[in-house]
């Protein structure tokens, strides 16, 4: 296959889970330049996994959204032993049949679960240029959000001390009540981040939106400093004029998927402290997708103005954040680079949020938004009631908004990437030939 230097390509993009039936920053991220490369005249196809009871493992659905071509798998995400949780091989066997039918020039990796790292490898073997977009931690976490399972934040993911989060799997080689249970789950722990670290490597480019993610991967050896390319989400829709002072009730509003890791929790516990205020909160967000969780929500909100509004379609985000004075992203998670922060700025509303991860990075306190401790609900309520008392502080915020990026000039930064990462696949071939 002979690559055109300068395009048009075909770009395979791949991740775990699509629109429209799962909505999250990945799923959004990939849709949005998967259009772009369209509109530059590319030829694009997004390959994910869905989980489907009433269908055969590994059928392969072919569709479209809002024109993009799509190829779903089908996957049960079911083990019989905790090897198949990090590397799968129906995964990447449907990633071999794909390449040696639609030919992609470029295979570009927005997320590795359930296709695997393994998946690098199939793709660079086959001739392809490789990129991968790292969107969270699932490398290094089987979770994905280096926590715990009591929510406490996990200290020991860099050195693959994992055994505790991965026990929920079979392992058949163990025996019960076998004294050297603890020994082996490290074992297996380190096997998973070897096998995750060797395949990386073989990535032409891997990029990482915020540098706390960039540092996680480093200090688990996973990638160095140079090989990771630093470079935001470009982000869609016009910069809004700035709303500037409002007065009367303090919208205040999240954004984004109701579990726990992302702390809905802690904005309503907030909002325990505020009864007395002119204060709403409103949680926009798919409420059936965690029921128990959003269950838990509501009793504490009782007595509370808290409105649940549920989910929105992506294109509707400008009209869910133009009802509010501000956002709240109270995530417990190390999130890396909020879709719905960046949304925000774009909207015209400052954005109070947690002070760890990448939120920190983005949201600078006191400059353009406010931070506050991970899980602190009085800390934050402390935070809404201090705005709701100085408005000229809440719009001044607003008007010191960061410059947000759109969509066209990241999508032109990976194309150009792609271009790179194509010249390098060329060259390769031609030292092969040349060998040989």
């Known amino acids: 296959m002979t690559e055109p230097k300068h395009g048009p390509w075909r770009v395979l993009e791949v991740l775990h889970d699509y629109l429209p039936e799962h909505i999250g920053g990945t799923e959004l991220i990939a849709h949005q330049l998967a259009q772009y490369l369209q509109g530059q005249g590319h030829e694009v196809r997004v390959l994910f996994t869905e989980r489907d009871l009433s269908a055969e493992e590994g059928e392969l659905r072919r569709g479209e959204f809002e024109g993009v071509p799509t190829l779903e798998l089908v996957y049960q995400r079911e083990y019989a032993h905790v090897r198949e949780s990090y590397a799968p091989k129906l995964g990447p066997q449907v990633l071999r049949k794909v390449i040696e039918e639609y030919r992609p020039h470029v295979v570009h990796f927005q997320h590795l679960a359930f296709f695997s790292s393994k998946a690098i490898q199939v793709a660079r073997s086959m001739g392809c240029a490789v990129v991968v977009s790292l969107h969270d931690f699932w490398l290094l976490c089987d979770a994905a959000v280096l926590m715990r399972p009591d929510e406490s934040l996990c200290k ?15 392992n058949p080689d163990l025996k019960p009540g076998d004294r050297l249970a603890d020994f082996e789950w490290v074992q297996i722990s380190q096997a998973r981040r070897e096998t995750h670290r060797q395949h990386l490597a073989m990535a032409h480019r891997v990029i990482t939106p915020s540098q706390f993610l960039r540092d996680q991967f480093v200090a688990a050896g996973l990638l160095t400093q140079e090989d990771a390319i630093r470079l935001k989400t470009g982000y869609p829709g016009p910069i809004r004029a700035l709303p500037g002072v409002r007065r009367g009730t303090l919208r205040v509003g999240y954004v984004g998927g109701l579990y726990p890791s992302k702390g809905v929790h802690v904005a309503v516990e907030a909002m325990t402290h505020l009864v007395e205020r002119d204060i709403e909160l409103i949680v926009n967000g798919v409420l059936e997708w965690f029921p128990e969780y959003v269950d838990g929500l509501k009793r504490t909100a009782e007595g509370c103005r808290v409105v649940f509004a549920g989910g929105y379609e992506p294109g509707e985000v400008d009209a869910v954040m133009g009802q509010l ?41 006191g400059v353009w938004g406010r931070t506050f401790p991970r899980g602190d609900a009085e800390a934050l309520a402390r935070i809404l009631a201090e705005l709701d008392d ?32 194509l010249a390098e696949v060329e060259a390769e071939r031609g030292e092969a030939v040349s060998e040989a």
């Open 325 to 365: 004075d501000l956002l709240v992203v109270p995530s417990i998670w190390y999130e890396n680079m909020p879709l719905a922060i960046h949304e925000a700025f774009r909207n015209g509303l400052p954005v109070v949020a947690t002070a760890h991860g990448g939120m920190a990075e983005t949201v600078k306190d």
């Open 390 to 421: 100085d408005r000229e502080e809440l719009a001044r915020l607003a008007a010191a908004r960061p410059p947000v990026v759109g969509v066209p000039e990241i999508g032109a930064r990976f194309e150009a990437m792609y271009a790179e990462a």
């Open 156 to 170: 020991v993911g860099p050195v693959a001390d994992c055994g505790e989060c991965l026990r929920h799997y079979p």
